[in-house]
């Protein structure tokens, strides 16, 4: 069946299905852009901004700022923030559709990992690595509050969002060669998950990450989500998942 829906349409707390946590995690992997909440000055008013985001494998958000911009400043005597992540409107209410506002701490990381994880899902961003006062910064979520819908919402504590990759380290250390391999080797299965399984429409789709969860796929400006069926803790568990995505793909096209 074709997954038509270009929107995460989350289920109400009653119904079952993923956890909170999960539901959480799917949205903020989901979202490219989030509002970035610092506090001001030493009165430390709310300031907001809009940044471009990627997350770790765990789903920890990872940001690349300028140490020129106020948001930054305001990390810097305070590094307490608030990332609010929402599911694009669709034309309808936006109060309808899911949100999850993240509380946490942010730090300044040189982990290349992290890095490639960025770049790779933004790559308009890259040529502003030549100026130095770039940088990349990890969020360590406290809590979160995850709204649904209307009458939809609670909080999620930290460790409960946080996906546990203790035992995923393998895919990780992968991850690089998996998105190397998709990309020479398979792009029409790429196009597939879009198209068929997503509802995006065009050819020319890439993979830019792949976690325990799923992947993440771009083309020019639009990036889409494509969870799996299961977590997947390495190389083989991933691409047992791929090859069952690719063919559920195929199916859908006829």
Avoid at 46 to 66: E, K, N, Q
Avoid at 125 to 144: K, Q
Avoid at 183 to 201: E, I, M, P, Q
Wanted: charged share 25%; net charge positive; with cysteine.
């Amino acid at each position: 069946m074709r997954r038509t829906s270009t929107s995460l349409m989350l289920p109400s707390m009653s119904d079952t299905g993923p956890s909170p946590a999960a539901r959480a995690r799917a949205l903020i992997r989901s979202s490219a852009t989030a509002t970035l909440s610092t506090a001001l000055g030493p009165e430390r008013w709310p300031y907001g901004s809009l940044v471009i985001a990627a997350c770790d494998h765990d789903g920890s958000p990872i940001l690349f700022l300028s140490t020129l911009a106020e948001h930054t400043h305001n990390l810097e005597a305070d590094p307490r923030l608030s990332l609010l992540f929402r599911e694009e409107p669709q034309g309808e209410d936006p109060q309808t559709r899911g949100r999850v506002a993240v509380l946490g701490t942010a730090r300044r990381s040189k982990e290349p990992r992290l890095t490639a994880r960025f770049f790779a899902r933004h790559p308009q961003a890259r040529p502003m690595t030549e100026f130095r006062d770039f940088g990349i910064f990890l969020v360590d979520m406290v809590r979160a509050r995850l709204i649904g819908g209307f009458a939809d919402a609670r909080w999620i504590e930290g460790r409960r969002l946080r996906l546990d990759v203790s035992t995923c380290g393998a895919l990780a250390d992968k991850e690089a060669d998996i998105l190397a391999h998709m990309n020479a080797d398979h792009r029409d299965a790429l196009d597939g998950y879009a198209t068929r399984l997503l509802g995006r429409s065009g050819t020319g789709w890439t993979m830019t990450g792949c976690d325990p969860e799923g992947c993440d796929l771009r083309r020019e400006g639009e990036v889409a989500r494509l969870p799996f069926r299961t977590i997947v803790m390495d190389a083989p568990a991933a691409r047992a998942e791929l090859v069952r995505l690719a063919t559920e793909a195929r199916a859908a096209a006829t």
